[in-house]
C-alpha cells in the first residue's frame, strides 16, 4: 500500500451539478469547535492547507452555504453552519490525501428572520422613605440564544438522560408543582406554583411494577408523555424525553445538575443600557427557534461584576415575541440608579458596612453579652446578626474572618479647611479566649485605597466608549503617621483626577468606596477596636486628630439599610468635657479564622464484654436486637463558632431509621440526641431501632461542620469541614 505523504487535503466533490455547487463552501473546525479555515469549492475542488493528518483526527468538516453579508463579522462554529443547512460528510481519506464526496444534497437556502430584541433595566429604590422604580444605566447587557436541545442531543450521555427520567417518574409519583418559565407557556402547565430553593436531592430508586402502578397526574404532564416515560424500553423513554422537552423546563428549574448538559447558549450581542435603562439589538434567526435569555453586569468599584444572571429553564424567553420589551428588575443591593443622585449636604460620614452586609448596629457592643445556644451561655460581644445561619437561626453568634472590606460615604462638606484625611486604627481589646490584653496597642491600618470613576472617550473612528480608571487616597505619610485623601463629592473638583480627564465626561462609579481593606488572618484572633479618625496635617506634615461633633459619625439605620442615622454613643469615643463632640467613631469586632473539625468515629458494639469497631471493614455483629451500637462524631471549631448536621442513611434511604438518629445542631454543647464529652458527640442506639425490618443491614454516616464566621458579605465556607464513615450490622 502507498505510504500517504504529509501533505494538505485536497476535497473533491463528484456527480454533483453546478446549481448544487453553487454559493457552497468548504468549513473545517477543530475539536473545540473552532474554525481551523473555510475555502470555496470551485468547480467542486477545495484545496486546504490544513494537513490530512489533521483532518483524520478530532475535526470537523462541514459543507454548507457561503456565510451571507447579514452575518458577517459573527463568530463560526459548527452548530452555526449545520443551522443554515450545513452537510457533514463522512471523511475518508484515500493514500494520495484526498477527500472523494459523492452526491452533495441541495443546500436550503438559509432562513433569515431579523429579530428586535429590546427591554429595560430598572431597580426599586427607597427614596425618602417612599419606593420608586428607577432605570439602571450604563450596564453591559449579554443577550444570548439558548440552542434547542436536538442540535447536541446525540453528545448527552445516556446515564444522564435516564437518570432526568427517573427524576420526572418521581415527581409524577410525588407531585410538587413546578415553577414555570417566563415567556410563552411551552405546555398545559400548572401556573399555581410553589418555589423551592433547595438544591436537588438524589431521587430514590423505584421498582418498575411499582411505577406502572403509579397513579397519573395529568396536571403535571400529558398523559402520552407520562405513558412514555413510564415504558419499559429505556429507547422509548428517552424518545419521549426528547420529543417533549420543551413541556420539561419547569422541572429542571428545580435540578441545576442537569443544566450543564441541557442547555448551552451562543452569544448574540453584548449591549449597554441607556440612560433610560433601555437596551436593545437586532439579530438574524436561521431556525425561527428564538430563545432568548439574558443576564446583566454592572461597573463596581471599577470591577465588571455580575447582578443578575437566573437560572436558564425558568429565565429564558421561550419562542420570544420579536420586538417585545424584555423587563428585569434588578435587586443587587450594590447596583445604583442613572445620573447622579442627591448630593448628601454637609459634613457627615457614613460607615455604611464591613463587607457588603454587616452594619455597625448588627455587631454587638458590650463586652458582658452572651445568648443562650443549646441551653449555654454563648458570649457574642464582637459578632455579628447579619445573617441567619444554616440551621436557620439568629442568635449573633458570627464573629468576623478573612479580609475585612470598610465601607465609608463623606458627604459633600468633606473635604474641608479644617478637615482633609482620614484613617482607621486598630486595637486588640481581648485574646481567643476574650480574656482582657495587658497592654493594648492601637496601630495604625495602612495599604493603598483607591476610588473608581467612569470617562467617556472618544476613538478614532468617533465612537464613544467608557473606561473605569482610579484616584489613589493614599496612603500619604510614613510609619504611623498616615493619613487617606478624603475624596470629593464633585469628581471635577477632585485632585486626584488627571486635568485631561476633567475636559471629558466623567462620574464617580458610586458616591460610596472601599476605605480600608484589613487582611484578618494577620491579627490575633479575638476581639478588636477599630477606630475611625479624621484627619488634618499641620505644618510639619503630622496628622493630628480632629474633634468633631457627634452627629458628624453616621452609621446605618437598623431598620432601612439605605439609610443613616447619628452613631448611638456605643460607638463614639465622646470629649469628656465637651460630650456633644466626639474623637473618633468606633466599633468592637471579634477576630475568629479558627477552621472547623469533621471526624465521623467507627462504630462499635459490646457483645458478652467485648467491644468491637467497625474498622477499616465496616462490619459490627450482634447478637440481640436490644444490643446498642455507639455512634460518636467530632464536630468542632477552636471557640465554638459552627453549626453541624450528622445523618445515618440506611440502605437506599426508602425505609427511614424511626426514631432517627440523625441530628443538627451547634458544636458547643450536647443536643438532643448526641452528648459532648470529651469533645466526642454519642449516642447509643438498639439494634432493633437501626435495623428495622431488616435483619441485616449497611449504613451511611455523613458529617458536615459550618463554619459561622463571615467577611460581612458570606459565610466563610472555606473554613467548613466535613467527613463520611459506614457501618453493617450482620448476625452471621
Not at 441541495?106 to 433595566?121: A, K
Request: aromatic residues 12%; proline residues 6%.
Amino acid at each position: 500500500m502507498k505510504k500517504r505523504e504529509l501533505k494538505p487535503l485536497k476535497v473533491k466533490i463528484k456527480n454533483s451539478t453546478p446549481d448544487t455547487l453553487a454559493g457552497t463552501r468548504l468549513y473545517l473546525f477543530d475539536g473545540n469547535g473552532n474554525l481551523i479555515e473555510h475555502a470555496s469549492l470551485k468547480n467542486g475542488v477545495a484545496e486546504l492547507k490544513t494537513a490530512a493528518e489533521v483532518v483524520q483526527g478530532s475535526s470537523q468538516l462541514i459543507i454548507g452555504p457561503e456565510i451571507p453579508a447579514e452575518l458577517q463579522g459573527r463568530a463560526l462554529d459548527p452548530l452555526l453552519i449545520r443551522k443554515m443547512g450545513g452537510y457533514q460528510p463522512s471523511i475518508h481519506i484515500d493514500a494520495n490525501n484526498e477527500l472523494f464526496i459523492y452526491n452533495l444534497p441541495v443546500f436550503p437556502y438559509p432562513f433569515f428572520n431579523r429579530c428586535l430584541i429590546s427591554g429595560n433595566l430598572t431597580k426599586v429604590f427607597s427614596i425618602d422613605g417612599q419606593s420608586k422604580t428607577l432605570p439602571i444605566c450604563d450596564a453591559r447587557v449579554h443577550i444570548e440564544e439558548v440552542d434547542r436541545v436536538r442540535w447536541w442531543w446525540w453528545r448527552i450521555p445516556h446515564v444522564i438522560i435516564d437518570d432526568l427520567a427517573d427524576k420526572l417518574k418521581h415527581m409524577i409519583l410525588y407531585p410538587v408543582k413546578p415553577f414555570p418559565p417566563i415567556g410563552p407557556d411551552p405546555g398545559p402547565l400548572v401556573t399555581n406554583v410553589l418555589y423551592q430553593k433547595s438544591a436537588m436531592l438524589r431521587t430514590k430508586a423505584l421498582p418498575q411494577a411499582e411505577l406502572k402502578s403509579a397513579p397519573a397526574a395529568p396536571s403535571l404532564l400529558p398523559e402520552s408523555v407520562q405513558s412514555g416515560l413510564f415504558s419499559d424500553s429505556k429507547t422509548v423513554v428517552r424518545d419521549t424525553i426528547y420529543n417533549n422537552f420543551q413541556l420539561l423546563h419547569p422541572f429542571l428549574c428545580k435540578w441545576p445538575i442537569f443544566w450543564p448538559y441541557f442547555y448551552i447558549t451562543h452569544k448574540i450581542a453584548t449591549v449597554y443600557s441607556d440612560v433610560n435603562g433601555h437596551f436593545d439589538c437586532q439579530y438574524i434567526n436561521l431556525t425561527n427557534d428564538k430563545d432568548i435569555y439574558i443576564w446583566v453586569e454592572v461597573c463596581i468599584d471599577g470591577n465588571w461584576v455580575t447582578v443578575y444572571r437566573p437560572p436558564i429553564p425558568c429565565n429564558t424567553h421561550w419562542d420570544y415575541d420579536c420586538g417585545t420589551d424584555i423587563n428585569i428588575n434588578i435587586t443587587d443591593s450594590r447596583v445604583k440608579p442613572c445620573g447622579r443622585t442627591s448630593n448628601v449636604k454637609g459634613e457627615i460620614v457614613w460607615f455604611r458596612t464591613i463587607g457588603e452586609w454587616a452594619t455597625a448596629q448588627q455587631i454587638e457592643q458590650n463586652d458582658a453579652s452572651s445568648v443562650a445556644v443549646q441551653g449555654v451561655p454563648f458570649p457574642n460581644v464582637g459578632c455579628t446578626n447579619t445573617f441567619k445561619d444554616y440551621l436557620g437561626n439568629n442568635f449573633g453568634i458570627s464573629p468576623f474572618g478573612s479580609t475585612l472590606y470598610f465601607k465609608l460615604i463623606f458627604g459633600d462638606g468633606f473635604p474641608s479647611s479644617g478637615i482633609t484625611h482620614y484613617r482607621w486604627r486598630k486595637t486588640n481589646l481581648k485574646d481567643a479566649a476574650l480574656i482582657d490584653v495587658p497592654f493594648p496597642g492601637t496601630t495604625v491600618v495602612n495599604g493603598m485605597v483607591q476610588k473608581y470613576y467612569f470617562v467617556i472617550t472618544t476613538d478614532g473612528l468617533g465612537h464613544m466608549h467608557f473606561e473605569t480608571k482610579a484616584v489613589t487616597l493614599g496612603a500619604e505619610g510614613t510609619g504611623e503617621n498616615i493619613g487617606y485623601r478624603i475624596p470629593h463629592w464633585d469628581i471635577y473638583q477632585d485632585p486626584g483626577v488627571p486635568a485631561a480627564d476633567k475636559l471629558l465626561t466623567i462620574q464617580w462609579t458610586s458616591p460610596d468606596f472601599w476605605s480600608a481593606a484589613i487582611d484578618s488572618t494577620t491579627l490575633a484572633d479575638g476581639l478588636w477596636r477599630f477606630d475611625l479618625e479624621l484627619l488634618k496635617p499641620n505644618g510639619s506634615g503630622v496628622f493630628q486628630v480632629v474633634e468633631v461633633p457627634k452627629q458628624v459619625f453616621q452609621v446605618t439605620d437598623l431598620g432601612s439599610f439605605g439609610k443613616s442615622v447619628d452613631a448611638p454613643d456605643a460607638y463614639l469615643q465622646i470629649d469628656a468635657v465637651q460630650i456633644t463632640k466626639a474623637f473618633h467613631l468606633q466599633v468592637k469586632v471579634r477576630i475568629e479564622n479558627g477552621h472547623c473539625t469533621a471526624d465521623v468515629q467507627d462504630a462499635s458494639i459490646t457483645v458478652n464484654g467485648v467491644t468491637e469497631y467497625s474498622g477499616k471493614c465496616g462490619f459490627l455483629h450482634y447478637t440481640d436486637l436490644k444490643q446498642n451500637v455507639h455512634l460518636s462524631f467530632i464536630a468542632a471549631q477552636a471557640r465554638n463558632f459552627a453549626a453541624y448536621s450528622f445523618s445515618v442513611v440506611k440502605g437506599n434511604n426508602t425505609d427511614p431509621i424511626t426514631p432517627t438518629v440523625s441530628q443538627a445542631g451547634y458544636v458547643n454543647a450536647s443536643s438532643l440526641l448526641y452528648t459532648l464529652s470529651g469533645g466526642v458527640f454519642g449516642t447509643n442506639a438498639p439494634v432493633d431501632q437501626l435495623l428495622g425490618d431488616c435483619t441485616q443491614a449497611a449504613y451511611a454516616e455523613n458529617l458536615y461542620v459550618w463554619s459561622l464566621v463571615t467577611n460581612g458579605t458570606r459565610f466563610l465556607y472555606e473554613y467548613d469541614a466535613s467527613d463520611t464513615n459506614a457501618f453493617a450490622l450482620s448476625n452471621t
